[in-house]
């Protein structure tokens, strides 16, 4: 029998229950503009508002450091374009690992001639030099941004946001972290973490698409990226997407509160998909290390005639997995990523990612269909 198994979780998650019932009044009957004086847009103000401050409280900051976006990519380009408009940056130092609303925007604006771009090194396992990125920090380029994410969307490598904040405090460097694939996976508290910016999607934990957030630290004084209105207190104009920003702050709710229990789930399946793929199909490796991400289990198969049709034929098989970051879904651009890693040519790297709503029926359905796939490699 077809399983119908989503194994893509980093890409985008199921909408919650709990968040489209929560959302559903303001799409049927709280209709009413958020910049209009009436009843009606009191009412959907207010309602934006209490989200923010939800949010808000989470994360251990003042409601008016929350700004909402349409996302990550929106809430990644505002801080770095805003930066250097607007703060006298100078000088970017990423890595070459980044999400490509990163590394494209960075390439911008070195293509612009408007900052000095920094790339630290990256070690074998796909972690930050830290060594290195205090060299760079030291470097006399002008006042500097960091822009790291806390887990790679593709590996799941986890950054020591702690560690380099203090770095960048030491330096006096403003530190920007896409912590896309792990709010909601990872408690923060960003009084203890000092962070200039911080971006957010709520796809990411069972909230709506189209919506996400930045956090804008409020000693930075940028500008807005977008003009038009005096939305966002006058940082983000257009109309709020008011039945998203209500998903998100629910969604955000529901992932802390449930915090310990979807990790042990999501932890646990985890375990029991490397296991049973280390035991069963030799030859593969493990391109994320044990530590890292939780939801993501990133697994380079060995050559076979399977690898150019995997994805193709686990897709046929009901099973919905990335060979990669779902942003580069359907090129035939190699991932960036796990080229970084020197993987043995003609392997074939498949990220599995996975929610608190998977089951361990659904990793062991998914595990014999690889298996078939690759019958000279089983034992």
């Known amino acids: 029998m077809t399983m119908r198994v989503y ?38 103000r207010a309602a934006i508002e209490k989200a923010r401050k939800q949010i808000a ?3 251990n900051v003042s ?70 990125l205090e060299q760079l920090l030291q470097l006399p380029n002008g006042k500097t941004l960091v822009s790291l994410m806390h887990a790679n969307n593709e590996i799941g490598v986890l950054l020591d946001m702690e ?14 972290c896409d912590t896309v694939q792990t709010l909601a996976h990872y408690p923060l508290d960003l009084q203890a973490t000092k962070v200039t910016f911080i971006s957010c999607a709520a796809h990411k934990f069972h909230g709506p698409k189209g919506v996400g957030f930045i956090y804008i630290n409020g000693d930075a004084a940028i500008k807005p990226l977008i003009h038009g209105g005096a939305q966002e207190r006058n940082m983000r104009a257009g109309t709020e997407n008011l039945y998203g920003i209500i998903g998100l702050a629910k969604a955000l709710e529901i992932a802390y509160q449930e915090l310990d229990t979807t990790r042990a789930h999501i932890t646990a399946l985890r375990t029991h998909m490397a296991k049973r793929l280390r035991d069963e ?21 060995p050559p076979s005639e399977s690898n150019e049709l995997l994805l193709f034929n686990l897709d046929i098989a009901g099973i919905a997995v990335s060979g990669g970051s779902a942003c580069s879904s359907g090129s035939n651009v190699g991932s960036h990523v796990i080229a970084r890693l020197n993987r043995e040519q003609n392997s074939a790297a498949v990220r599995f990612s996975f929610s608190k709503f998977n089951t361990m029926e659904e990793i062991d359905y998914t595990v014999e269909k690889v298996k078939a796939l690759f019958p000279a490699h089983v034992a």
Request: hydrophobic share 40%.
């Open 281 to 301: 199909i030799p030859g593969i490796i493990f391109n994320c290390p044990d530590d890292g991400l939780y939801t993501v289990l990133n697994v380079n198969f």
């Open 57 to 59: 409280k989470i994360l």
């Open 7 to 44: 194994l893509d979780n980093a890409a985008t998650t199921a909408l919650d229950p709990q968040v489209l019932e929560t959302m559903l009044p303001f799409l049927q009957q709280h209709h009413g503009n958020p910049s209009s004086i009436h009843s009606f847009g009191r009412e959907t």
């Open 163 to 176: 560690k380099v904040s203090a770095m960048c405090i030491q330096y006096h460097a403003l530190f920007h």
């Open 63 to 132: 409601p008016g450091e929350i700004f909402f976006t349409s996302g990550g990519t929106e809430a990644n380009n505002m801080a770095l374009q805003c930066s250097v408009r607007d703060l006298d940056v100078k000088h970017i130092i990423t890595s070459p690992i980044e999400h490509h609303a990163v590394t494209h925007t960075v390439e911008a604006l070195q293509s612009e001639g408007k900052i000095i771009l920094s790339y630290v090194n990256i070690l074998p396992d796909g972690s930050i030099d830290y060594a290195h």
